[in-house]
């Protein structure tokens, strides 16, 4: 017997029973959002491979191993994205989004990289991602901060804290880069083999290293924070200041150095004990510098994302449950002629109230069949048209969550009843 076709390994079918809540969360995100002053952009899932390697860094595990790359029939390098931000950048540029402008963007959707799967960590998985291009001030890091606690409070998610650091300016990185390298030199014998390779290359990423045999090593370690410029630290100062006076709780974690190269200053992430291995949610910071480095004029820029597959997790295992999408009404006909006329009742009453749901029967059955159909619907109301039904103009009215009794009711009259049954005059 052949066998049917298979998924992909680490991409994913959202099935219905899911993807509801995976609509309902995206509207509330969406929804603070733009309640903030953000707009909408889409981007093209596929990129020249060249802007990634400027934006991520060539010395990183996506770029070096994670990403989806290939030619296309002219020759060109492409590579389904792996994050988002490079691609916001990219638009802002070529579309003349960033000039004497600023811009507060969202957008959403798939992201590749090709990585183990495990629960939380897909090759091909969703975020929700936000920017803001064109601020310099710590007030929009306060902002965007504040932003997400707002969606975690609006769906009554607990669990979470928050990680904030800080990166300082380029010349204070190069700084703390040589104080890094200087000191892990010491200790090269202790070194795995990722953080050897990347000693000269990408030292910060060493402090990201997830070996356990490397934590007291990282630990000892020197802070950034005691290299930071003092412009950064004044910053940094003003950052906790604004999330002090919103009463957003949060921790300073001096390791925290996020896994890509183009951030710098603010980095923050939100993070949770509730899903294993896969703490982190929500995560951001600033990038001032990459919109030049891609080839714009130099523009600060901060924005955050967040894995929809582990927002979606911690919703539900902090007791969330997204609204029910059950049709209000489900239409039965049975006899001859009923089925047509069945139909433009159910048009009639979407005219009627463009918010009701109708289901209408479909494929025919028995009294008892399209009962059980009607039941596992989640309707609230069954309408049962029968032959008799349909010569008296009339339709059933049967309740199917309480124990009141089937009703009558005339046609020309449905819409105004069902109104009124369901709360909706």
Known sequence: MAKGPKAIRGMNDVLPDVSGTWRYLESV???????????EIRLP???????????IGEVTDIVEKEMYTFEDRNGESLTLRPEATAG?????????????????LWTAGPMFRYEKPQKGRYRQFYQFDVEALGFEGPDVDAELIVMSARIWAELGISRLTLEINSLGAP????????????????AKSELDEDSLRRLDSNPLRILDSKNPAMQDLIAAAPVMLDYLDDASRQHFDELRRLLDAADVAYTVNPRLVRGLDYYSRTVFEWVTDALGSQGAVCSGGRYDGLV??????????IGWAMGIERFVALYETCGGKAPAVDPDVYVAALGEGTLEKAMVIAESLRDAMPDLGVELNLGGGSFKAQMKRADRSG????LVLGESELAESAIGLK????????????????????AQKLGRT
Request: net charge positive.
């Open 29 to 39: 995100v969406t929804g603070i959002a733009e309640r903030y002053g953000y707009r």
């Open 45 to 55: 899932i596929v990129e020249y491979t060249e802007l990634f390697r400027r934006s």
């Open 88 to 104: 916001m950048v990219r638009a802002g540029i070529t579309n003349g989004l960033l000039h004497n402008q600023r811009q507060k």
């Open 171 to 186: 010349e204070a990185r190069a700084t703390y880069r040589d104080a890094l390298v200087e000191y892990f030199e010491r």
């Open 292 to 301: 030049e480095k891609l080839g714009g004029r130099p523009t600060p820029a």
């Open 379 to 382: 309707a609230d109301y069954a």
């Open 399 to 418: 309740p199917l969550r309480s124990k009141d009794d089937q009703v009558s009711v005339a046609f020309d009259e449905l819409a105004q009843v069902l």
